[in-house]
């Protein structure tokens, strides 16, 4: 798909989601401070299937005010009790893991958006509703995705994405597309280049999503996110929550449930890599 074709596409399903808020004072910050970036254009560019579309905010006032706006509107479809806060300049939604693990419980793994619409959403004519909600994002039905964990500029929330090739970016504020040289030669050639991210072990974990569709990773990549993976704290809980359902939401719910329920029945009890091997090995 060319760039006018791309652009095109990306404008209707703006157009569209906007269309679907009743709150005009939220209507009209999605529309003057968004940006879509991530797999959708790197999928449209090589005529693919998108599976979700990313959409992230230029400042806090529009990512809090979609974080509530959405959560309000989850909390009466779906009967929950998720919560918006502030914390150290992020905007995060306080959710009860041990809900939605039940609600999903049938389900291995999800890896895009698309699973976990048929997986939840029962009206499909229920356009745009939230469907899913995690700490650092949220899942609507009709293939969107509203990150929150990142606030900024194109340029500053890319400093936090793991590989190059989904960094070309569109902006709601000019409705243009914006690709780059290095993202562009990514696709072209189907090899991943990690970048860095706060999220190196579900980077690690995404690769074999990539694989399956016939990407290639040298080893260098891999020693990459083992480098940053090596820097962080996996034995802390709230740091390994955060690494295994971070962005990719769904990944591994049920490990932090045990360890969870593990800590309340033992106060003794110290998290190591032997129980964690147990209970991954349980669970999966």
Same mark, same amino acid.
């Given at each position: 798909?060319?760039?006018?074709? %791309?652009?095109?596409? &990306?404008? $209707?399903?703006? =157009?569209?989601?906007? =269309?679907?808020? #009743?709150?005009?004072?939220?209507?009209? *910050?999605?529309?003057?401070?968004? +940006? %879509?970036?991530?797999?959708?254009?790197?999928?449209?560019?090589?005529?693919?299937?998108?599976?979700?579309?990313?959409?992230?905010?230029? =400042?806090?006032?529009?990512?809090?005010?979609?974080?509530?706006?959405?959560?309000?509107?989850?909390?009466?479809?779906?009967?929950?009790?998720?919560?918006?806060?502030?914390?150290?300049? $992020?905007?995060?939604?306080?959710?009860?893991?041990?809900?939605?693990?039940?609600?999903?419980?049938?389900?291995?793994?999800?890896?895009?958006?698309?699973? *976990?619409?048929?997986? &939840?959403?029962?009206?499909?004519?229920?356009?745009?509703?939230? +469907?899913?909600?995690?700490?650092?994002?949220?899942?609507? /039905?009709?293939?969107?995705? %509203?990150?929150? $964990?990142?606030?900024?500029?194109?340029?500053?929330?890319? /400093?936090?994405?793991?590989?190059?090739?989904?960094?070309?970016?569109?902006?709601?504020?000019?409705?243009? &597309?914006?690709?780059?040289?290095?993202?562009?030669?990514? *696709?072209? /050639?189907?090899?991943?280049?990690?970048?860095?991210?706060?999220?190196? *072990?579900? /980077?690690?974990? $995404?690769? @074999?999503?990539? !694989?399956? @569709?016939?990407?290639?990773?040298?080893?260098?990549?891999?020693?990459?996110?083992?480098?940053?993976?090596?820097?962080?704290?996996?034995?802390? !809980? #709230?740091?390994? @929550?955060?690494?295994?359902?971070?962005?990719?939401?769904?990944?591994?719910?049920?490990?932090?449930?045990?360890?969870?329920?593990?800590?309340? =029945?033992?106060?003794?009890?110290? &998290?190591?890599?032997?129980?964690? %091997?147990? !209970?991954?090995?349980?669970?999966?």
């Amino acid at each position: 798909m060319n760039r006018k074709a %791309i652009k095109s596409v &990306l404008q $209707r399903k703006h =157009n569209d989601l906007i =269309n679907s808020i #009743d709150d005009p004072v939220v209507k009209e *910050l999605i529309d003057k401070n968004s +940006i %879509i970036t991530g797999g959708a254009i790197a999928s449209m560019l090589l005529n693919e299937p998108v599976n979700d579309y990313d959409y992230y905010f230029t =400042n806090k006032e529009t990512a809090l005010a979609v974080a509530n706006y959405y959560s309000n509107l989850f909390n009466d479809l779906m009967n929950y009790n998720t919560e918006v806060v502030e914390e150290n300049n $992020r905007v995060k939604i306080k959710v009860n893991y041990e809900e939605m693990t039940e609600q999903i419980s049938e389900l291995e793994e999800v890896e895009d958006g698309e699973a *976990l619409e048929n997986t &939840l959403t029962e009206n499909k004519d229920d356009k745009y509703k939230p +469907i899913f909600i995690s700490e650092n994002a949220i899942t609507l /039905s009709n293939k969107i995705q %509203i990150v929150l $964990r990142f606030y900024g500029s194109p340029e500053e929330i890319h /400093s936090n994405y793991d590989f190059v090739h989904t960094t070309n970016y569109w902006t709601s504020k000019d409705k243009q &597309l914006y690709l780059n040289k290095e993202a562009l030669e990514s *696709l072209l /050639s189907k090899h991943l280049i990690y970048k860095g991210s706060k999220y190196p *072990l579900c /980077s690690i974990i $995404r690769t @074999r999503k990539f !694989i399956k @569709r016939g990407w290639h990773i040298n080893a260098g990549q891999y020693v990459k996110m083992a480098l940053q993976l090596n820097e962080i704290d996996l034995f802390n !809980i #709230d740091t390994l @929550r955060d690494q295994l359902v971070g962005v990719d939401a769904l990944y591994f719910m049920k490990v932090i449930d045990k360890i969870k329920e593990k800590q309340n =029945n033992d106060l003794d009890f110290k &998290l190591d890599t032997s129980y964690l %091997i147990k !209970i991954i090995d349980k669970i999966f």
